[in-house]
């Protein structure tokens, strides 16, 4: 039997509900086929600023460092809203991020069939669901660049802020995206603003030398107006889009809209070798927190996605997936996707219903 550490961050609000059907999930993955997994709890975000007055406590990231892999649920609150920056939970994850070398985050923008009214755009635009990945870099570009404000005459204040991405940090978020793209369907489109932005000409540039090593990929670019427009038009187009850390940002989170329930939408953001951090995109949800109201699919596709990327238990990774698309399909929905005629359940029993489907369909 393989054994899997596992370092687990519950964190704040609905993160606890969720990660224990995660737990649940995984659980009875191993009991189907043959692996144990050993999970170590960890304090962080509004948590960990109650019990150790910090949010990112120094044996959390040693922890997390030790494990396999990092599974989190959310942090953050109203009850640490009045803190300065830095002293915020949310503060946790950027440190977590920087201390785990997390240079890559990577979002599946998945629709399930069985939710297909859940979606905003016209049937005919998503018939058959939809199916692709936005690759974005997390450690560079503007949110990490200098910055300033500076006294501009008569003009008042001037403020400023560098986009600024060197060979090297391109070319290692393209190898997570052209890998990606291998392991699916091989079409990567590479989205900037190469009209306007000289860093987007060193990305595209990058971008199209790193084509050679990857005969097997068909590489595209997209200028990102054009992109964000694709994206409500045409989706079903995209495989894998990898883009900067802001264009991601933004991009991302229309993907995110167009597939439904932010509950349903897990995330993985990965560095060298295998380890990663996974994470539904969802917040602590304190609006429905300890009310067994939350969606725990996110936290459920956030941990196939680590069987996926770290274990390389790929069939594993697979059959939670089909899980999930059963329990959809037989109906059961929590509060955030329920439409009439679904039969409406709480946290715990998606879990439930999610576990059992693993166990009903044993290799
Ligand atoms: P949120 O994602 O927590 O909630 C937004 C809305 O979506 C709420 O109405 C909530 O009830 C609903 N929702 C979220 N997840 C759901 C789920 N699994 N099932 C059903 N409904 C769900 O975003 P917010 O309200 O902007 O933020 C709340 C707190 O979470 C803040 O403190 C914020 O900083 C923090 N936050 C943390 C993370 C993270 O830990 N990765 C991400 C985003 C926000």
Avoid at 1 to 13: P, V
Avoid at 279 to 305: C, R, T, V, W, Y
């Amino acid at each position: 039997m393989m054994e899997y550490d596992i370092a687990l961050i519950k964190g704040d609000g609905i993160g606890p509900e969720v990660i224990g059907q995660a737990v649940r999930a995984l659980d009875a993955v191993g009991a189907a086929y043959g692996h144990a997994f050993r999970y170590k709890e960890l304090l962080a975000g509004g948590c960990a600023i109650d019990a150790l007055g910090v949010p990112l406590p120094t044996e959390t990231v040693a922890a997390c460092k030790a494990a396999d892999a990092t599974l989190l649920g959310a942090v953050g609150g109203w009850k640490w809203d009045g803190l300065p920056g830095g002293a915020r939970p949310e503060a946790a994850l950027l440190g977590l991020r920087k201390e785990l070398g997390l240079y890559a985050n990577i979002r599946p923008a998945l629709l399930f069939d069985a939710l297909s009214d859940a979606c905003p755009l016209k049937p005919e635009l998503t018939a058959g669901g939809l199916d692709f990945v936005v690759v974005r870099e997390l450690t560079g570009g503007i949110y990490f660049g200098e910055r300033g404000v500076e006294d501009a005459g008569a003009m008042g204040k001037a403020a400023y802020d560098v986009e600024r991405y060197s060979e090297a940090e391109v070319r290692r978020i393209g190898a997570v995206a052209f890998e990606t793209a291998r392991g699916r369907r091989g079409r990567l489109t590479s989205v900037d603003k190469a009209n306007v932005l000289e860093s987007s000409r060193l990305w595209r540039r990058v971008l199209t030398e790193m084509a050679a090593e990857y005969p097997d990929v068909e590489l595209g670019h997209m200028y990102v107006d054009n992109a964000a427009m694709q994206l409500v038009r045409a989706p079903k187009q995209f495989d894998v889009i990898v883009t900067s850390n802001m264009f991601g940002d933004i991009l991302s989170d229309e993907a995110s809209m167009i597939t439904g329930s932010i509950g349903m939408l897990p995330s993985a953001s990965l560095g060298e070798g295998s380890y990663g951090m996974y994470e539904p995109i969802h917040g602590s949800a304190p609006d429905i927190a300890g009310q067994d109201k939350a969606n725990p699919f996110a936290a459920i596709l956030s941990a196939a996605m680590l069987l996926r990327h770290t274990l390389k238990l790929e069939r594993e990774a697979a059959a939670l997936e089909d899980a999930v698309r059963a329990a959809l399909a037989e109906g059961y929905r929590t509060p955030d996707i329920y439409t009439e005629g679904t039969k409406l359940i709480g946290t715990a029993e998606a879990g439930e219903r999610v576990a059992e489907a693993v166990a009903r369909h044993i290799p």
